[in-house]
DNA sequence: GATGAATGAGACTTCATTCAT
DNA sequence: AATGAATGAAGTCTCATTCAT
């Protein structure tokens, strides 16, 4: 019986990803060729079609999978016991991910994936998703602030979380296009941001965070 | 040969570039054929080179109509007295054409740009230097409000015109989508967010800005 | 290596080609695939081709296996006494086969074959042939009756046997395409091509013919 | 102006059609590429689908085309006087179409064109419908001829049309293989057929057809 | 200046067949 | 014997760009 094991045709799967993402990040989406990625990725052509039924299908599917990766920072950063900490923890993780070389292709990929998403439902589906997933774990923390009373009741909780999600979707952008973002300025006025939600009280209790005052330098690339 | 005036040479060349926005906005850059435009615009295909030399001339031409008109709206925070304020007329300017409808392809195609700028050197060169006029416009004025001692002195410049851009970027992002932003609340946070760039006492001034809170509602369609 | 018996193996055989034949009929050859064959039959893609080298391959085997029971017609009008009683035998049995809803799939491939077979040798001989046993048939009952003073001597009996094979042809046709062929009115134009045959004496002993002129309703479906 | 006059229009369509005629009379439908009629026609590839939408639009042209020759014969024998005389011209001059070697490729494609309509709705309207044509031709001569007392009354005019009609596809198919149909014998069998229908006075009067019974031999290519 | 017919390279996807297990 | 994953050649159709009129 020459059926393949799952974890088989989830490396097949991944080896494919993998290469499309080099792919669409270098050439952009629609100037990348499904030959392209069948010499990136090894593959014969048929067997692309095998694993995903169109080219789409590959976009939509790293989206998928980075969303997961996201949805995990969120679960950490919703473990801190302290509200705030966790907010300031999310900034933290995300953040991280703006500077890691690792991700570069997958930002790049990303920005391409917001202009799809104007076009394909299913990319729309998918991307709009995920920022939903990241603007209820800013909203529950929120809200968690406001019952522990260390952040103002009159804060929107999903005003501050979408204007949060776009500044770091901003951001991704800057840092795709290459842009020499000083990310230690940016995070401490993301900080200011977050400061300027609490009490007064709270205010002074802000630590700097790491992600944007490493003590090397973050440079991208 | 009979030539045309430079003014009639204008027309058309803007008639086809409002077919092109509208063509690129309803079906994205790449599945928008030279053909849908000729359609939408009612010249002949020749007649659309005699205008622009390749199709991606036209996102070009689309990214820097956009930034001259950007261009205007820095000049007119710049000619603010107090420069607090003109920071927050900015906000109140650019967060203004957030919302309104006519600018709804050009917000959209504005991501497809963005998208096209990873891959383009001419369009990353454009839409790049686009964002650079209104960072400049800002660190501008926040240098200026530091010299007047409203702001703290030790909030860099660029970091926070780079912030705030990024998250207007966002905006723009998630309005494209068709997503409820509630901008009321958007607004306030942003303007929350210049707050605490400043001194103590000039935070508790800080008035509420129409464009994010109007009388009327603010809702995107 | 457990070799399986010869009726097992003729059962698999025969389950390949049932689910050819619905597949054929309902997508037509060139747009049924090996996989939907594999669907529809529930033996595997690699089974296939233990049974049969070469889709065009079920094609020819279809064709035959209908020449065989064809065959089995001739010969049950062959052995009629009466030469003339066995030529409206003929027909009628091959009339009665032009109703059978059973036969659908079986007509609607024939007249693929028919296609096929001005492009493939092998088709060609196969189809071609199962009508020269037809023609043959005909020819021999013929001569029989011109032999016996039934038919008048002058009839060419391969001219009349290609005629009469052609008009089953069209009839099948016409079957095929659905359309709501009156075989009773056709039955009779038959029998009156027969008749004309005939010397003066034998044409009025022309009876009904019960596959045209059936107790029950002749219609298609 | 450039654009093309529509005599311009029609040659470069006929020289197209032409090319796919020959290249689906030699190697079907199926195995016909773009490529070929490319290769046989001298045009573009792009200039094919810029008269026809798609390959199968090709099969549906020709199919027309026939049609629009076949319905200039009915009309030839609609003009005939006596309807008797009009049947047997019409048989005549279809049969003749059936030895002329200019339209072997017609004939060919003919075959394959049934096989498609049994798949595509187009096809088989377009088939259908041209068969449609003949009929109600014939079955206007038999119902003059009924009405003049020439034709039996009790004769069903759409069956025996449907029959003649039936018999000669059945030929066109034979003769497409290239089988040695020996049309003056199978044309007898014809008339002997619209002989059965006559009244026995009329019966006697029928000439013989110089289609069928042609000086020289009517052989096929 | 304007037109639009023509081009042809190239993209995505399908599918009959093979062969290691 | 049976399986089904893998292959890769090939096919249809699209589309940015050109150029004769």
Same mark, same amino acid.
Not at 25 to 53: C, K, P
């Given at each position: 019986?020459?059926?393949?094991?799952? %974890? /088989?045709?989830?490396?097949?799967?991944?080896?494919?990803?993998?290469?499309?993402?080099?792919?669409?990040?270098?050439?952009?989406?629609?100037?990348?060729?499904?030959?392209?990625?069948?010499?990136?990725?090894? #593959? $014969?052509?048929?067997?692309?079609?095998?694993?995903?039924?169109?080219?789409?299908?590959?976009?939509?599917?790293?989206?998928?999978?980075?969303? /997961? $990766?996201?949805?995990?920072?969120?679960?950490?950063?919703?473990?801190?016991?302290?509200?705030?900490?966790?907010?300031?923890?999310?900034?933290?993780?995300?953040?991280?991910?703006?500077?890691?070389?690792? =991700? !570069?292709?997958?930002?790049?990929?990303?920005? /391409?994936?917001?202009?799809? $998403?104007?076009?394909?439902?299913?990319?729309?589906?998918?991307?709009?998703?995920?920022?939903?997933?990241?603007?209820?774990?800013?909203? /529950?923390?929120?809200?968690?602030?406001?019952?522990?009373?260390?952040?103002?009741?009159? #804060?929107?909780?999903?005003?501050? %979380? =979408?204007?949060?999600?776009?500044?770091?979707?901003?951001?991704?952008?800057?840092?795709?296009?290459?842009?020499?973002?000083?990310?230690?300025?940016?995070?401490?006025?993301?900080?200011?941001?977050?400061?300027?939600?609490?009490?007064?009280?709270?205010?002074?209790? !802000?630590? %700097?965070?790491?992600?944007?005052?490493?003590?090397?330098?973050? $440079?991208?690339?």
């Amino acid at each position: 019986m020459p059926k393949i094991s799952d %974890a /088989q045709r989830e490396t097949r799967r991944q080896q494919i990803l993998a290469a499309a993402l080099r792919c669409f990040s270098r050439d952009g989406f629609h100037n990348t060729t499904t030959a392209d990625i069948v010499r990136e990725s090894g #593959v $014969s052509q048929g067997t692309l079609y095998l694993y995903f039924t169109t080219k789409e299908d590959m976009v939509v599917a790293l989206a998928d999978d980075r969303h /997961q $990766s996201e949805a995990f920072l969120n679960a950490l950063a919703q473990s801190e016991q302290d509200p705030v900490r966790g907010l300031l923890t999310l900034i933290e993780l995300h953040g991280r991910g703006l500077t890691e070389p690792r =991700r !570069l292709d997958a930002r790049r990929v990303g920005v /391409q994936g917001w202009a799809e $998403s104007l076009r394909s439902p299913r990319i729309h589906a998918s991307v709009v998703g995920g920022m939903a997933l990241v603007r209820e774990a800013i909203g /529950q923390l929120i809200q968690r602030g406001q019952r522990t009373g260390q952040i103002r009741p009159e #804060v929107d909780p999903d005003g501050v %979380a =979408r204007t949060l999600i776009a500044t770091f979707q901003g951001l991704v952008l800057q840092v795709a296009w290459g842009e020499p973002v000083d990310l230690h300025a940016c995070g401490r006025t993301m900080r200011d941001m977050i400061g300027a939600l609490l009490t007064d009280a709270g205010k002074l209790t !802000l630590a %700097a965070s790491p992600a944007f005052d490493p003590p090397a330098e973050p $440079s991208l690339d």
